[in-house]
């Protein structure tokens, strides 16, 4: 078999994705289940989708870069039989592949979650208030931080167009990064409506996109730089003289709001764009964040062919190098591209990797969760095994950790042994139930850190274990 | 774009996939987060694997059939270019696929377990209990309750070759149908090495598959059709009447070991075999199960090329008709395949789409779970939506699952409307909160179910939710 030719070698996983163990799992699940937590709280309903789509739910809805990055699968049994000798011939990839592959990997949790409302939409009482935690899959370049499969937590609302999403969605970032204890978070704001709006004003409707990609980065490349970018855009000099109070925006978030009033005064849009702005800062100022920050950030840009309202970013803690930690924005045409029209819509992501990195370069993941068990017996012989079980059973259903080491050791070197695998895998307490233990009926409890030993009856036992 | 073409379809699915709602997902959850509570009481560690792995590390292991059904990932880019014109005008599947695809998705999870093992066996404290609960996918041809995407849920333990983990696993099987409150399941239990006694006291030891594929029939086709479909297979008279004690074996537990001890008085390793069995039943005897019933069942041979030693299979409770709803057993080469030789395992999966159904049909999700929110506050508009969203604010920080109806309500038909909205959605309580209750800072809580109304202030609203 053709297969079998590399089975002898060391074996490996596709680059780009991982293995997690225990100690991964544990903290990746601890982060999932705070933010599953919050949305629970803030009314949102879990879905889940297929793994793949049919290919065509799937393709040309991010981009040709984005349908490059899509994983297809290959058909089942003869996929080439299909293919014309004429069209196989041409020996084209992008002639072949649709003819060989109708499935494909989640590439987003958006598209899925679009094709599931519109396929559903009978069921599905309106506003419908989702969130999704699923793994999405692409043919990216692996590099650090960067991954083939990875996880996306995405929470929305479709069919509302009530700023009070904007406003509880704020109120959920704050949420979940004061419940991971991760505090001091920046949630940037802006609005596509207020970039509209300058476009505006500045007579460079028509250069939207470059015209904000060059403000984006304001922050990197300065603004002699950003400037220089939007003349070789072609913004006129007027139009990039008419800019300068954005450059120098700064204060609190009503005294930027004050300023680009003044800028954005003859553009109804712009001001469209304030208003919502001012509506979503004084109902967060009323209600209060716990431990995060709101911003007005009029630079941001993210994602803007696709939003039309808010725009969300959020970044960690002074002090920590990392890109977001996420976003969101929304949306006014989500199901459009399945027939569905005017269902508005405003979104959320959690970026799972990266909130991991920071909770572990700030040392906030809570020790106890990657605890394993909380007591190893030490087997001593069948007898003593046997007499152990019994009480690790109790244990058990009392919901403490417990296990019995399974070989039986004979020799003081065989119990060393066991002492070194109860160390290793970080068990705080080991039962030592020998012949003297098993006479007597009581249990030799050594604590692993303080070294410390009691000998004690099973009630003990117990409660010193829960 | 050649994709475009079914946009307009009415959106779907692949065949054999699902899409889960937030009930279905509420469920599922339920199942899950039950299974894995007891696996990390029985000192289980969690790993997951990639969705999917280098085809040589998938291809191969499960027999020609399996090779069929693992789903293959085209590779990116220029994938015909690595092939020669020779080859490629071959218009052959088996001489194309292996060129144009390198990577396939998880066919289940004991593969990628034992590829896990070889790859971190230097990390890695053995015995080594892990558990894994991931989706797997197979090409399968769709029908009721086979899916192309399915979750597994196992456990196994691997370095160890004591008899304790199979007394384990039996407990372990209890103490999850027994959380699920799935009372009265039968685990049942058999042992290869009596297969093999069997076979090789009635001379059949090169016809064992045949041999106990037929035994397997026992309690769907019956004794006489078993004997003959054993007589096709070239077993002889007399080693079917040899048999016959087998398929009159009745009684509890001891009795069956003992006329199986004289049926196998001759077989060293039939012995070897009872003597296991033996060993399990008394520990369990011993410690007791909570609800379920443990069972010899000597015609129980799943998995026969794979498992040497204890066979596990679990069944629904009697009256419930479905096939079985867990399965294990003992491997002595888990990791051979991919060069680690000499790691004995045992491990069990629960079948989770079955215990969903079982469940379902007894009625046994606690009602609980598939509720949505606790309450929802009716909105009159704007200033009492943002005297309400305080309330929600401070109910939510009391993990009360509380929401705002985000668009205002200025008709008495739009009110309606969102009363109608929390009956649909389940929803027990709404709070009324109009001109009248904002004036005196007071909430209208209504019960959905009795129609009960009272007016409170926050804290009796909040103690009343709680």
Redesign the interface.
């Known amino acids: ?14 680059k780009g ?6 100690s ?3 903290k990746r ?1 601890y982060i999932m289940e705070t933010i599953k937590e919050q949305f ?4 949102f ?13 799937l ?2 809805k991010y981009g040709d870069e984005g ?3 899509i ?4 058909n ?5 039989k299909k293919i014309s ?1 004429e069209d ?2 041409q ?4 002639l ?3 003819k ?4 494909a ?1 989640r590439y987003d949790l958006t598209v899925p979650f679009a ?2 409302v ?3 939409q009978n ?1 599905i ?1 309106f ?1 419908f ?2 969130y999704q935690i699923q ?1 999405v ?1 692409r ?1 990216d370049r692996p590099q650090k931080g960067r991954f083939r ?1 990875f996880y996306q937590c995405d929470a929305d ?1 479709v069919g ?3 700023l ?2 904007e ?2 969605f704020v ?1 959920l970032y704050d ?1 979940v990064f004061s419940a991971l204890k991760l505090e001091g978070v920046t949630i940037k704001i802006n609005n596509r409506k207020i970039l509209s709006g300058i476009a505006e004003v500045i007579g460079a409707q028509d250069k939207l996109i470059d015209f904000t990609v060059a403000l984006d980065k304001l922050d990197k490349i300065g603004e002699d730089k950003v400037k220089e970018e939007m003349r070789g855009k072609g913004i006129s000099e007027d139009g990039i003289t008419k800019l300068q109070p954005l450059f120098t925006l700064k204060g609190e978030f009503g005294e930027q709001i004050e300023s680009l009033k003044s800028i954005l005064s003859a553009s109804e849009i712009g001001l469209k764009g304030i208003e919502e702005l001012e509506f979503i800062n004084t ?1 967060i100022s ?2 209060e964040l716990k431990t995060a920050i709101l911003q007005l950030d009029v630079t941001l840009a993210r994602g803007l062919n696709y939003y039309t309202g808010a725009i969300f970013e959020v970044s960690a803690p002074h002090g920590v190098k990392m890109g977001s930690i996420g976003g969101g924005g929304r949306y006014d045409d989500l199901t459009g ?3 569905l029209k005017d269902m508005s819509g405003v979104g959320i992501s959690f970026g799972l990797d990266r909130i991991y990195l920071v909770l572990e370069e700030l040392n906030l993941f809570p020790s106890t969760i990657t605890e ?2 909380k007591v190893l017996f030490i ?1 001593f012989g069948q007898d003593e ?2 007499f152990s ?2 009480a690790v ?1 109790k244990l ?1 259903q009392a ?10 050791a004979v020799s003081g070197k065989q119990r060393k042994k066991q002492m070194n ?1 109860a160390n ?2 970080n068990i705080p307490f080991v039962v030592i139930m020998g012949e003297e233990e098993l006479k007597s009926e009581m249990y030799t409890l050594k604590n692993m850190v303080s070294g410390e030993q009691q000998t004690v009856n099973f009630d003990q036992l117990l409660s010193l274990l829960k």
Chains 1, 2 share one sequence.
């Open positions: 078999m053709l297969w079998e030719i590399n089975m002898a070698q060391k074996p490996s996983i596709p994705t991982r293995d997690f163990n225990a991964d799992v544990a699940t629970q709280i803030y009314g309903q879990p879905i889940e989708t297929p793994s793949f789509e049919n290919s065509d739910t393709m040309g349908d490059r990055l994983f297809k699968i290959l089942s049994g003869e996929f080439l000798d196989y011939n020996k084209s990839e992008s072949i592949t649709p060989i592959s109708e499935k990997l094709r599931y519109v396929q559903h069921d009482e506003p208030k989702r793994p899959w043919a499969e609302v509302s167009k009530s009070f999403q406003v509880e109120q949420a109902a009323n209600l591209i399945f027939g394993s068990i087997n095994a046997m079980l019994n059973t058990r919901q403490v950790k417990a296990e019995l080491f399974p070989d039986a695998y290793r895998r």
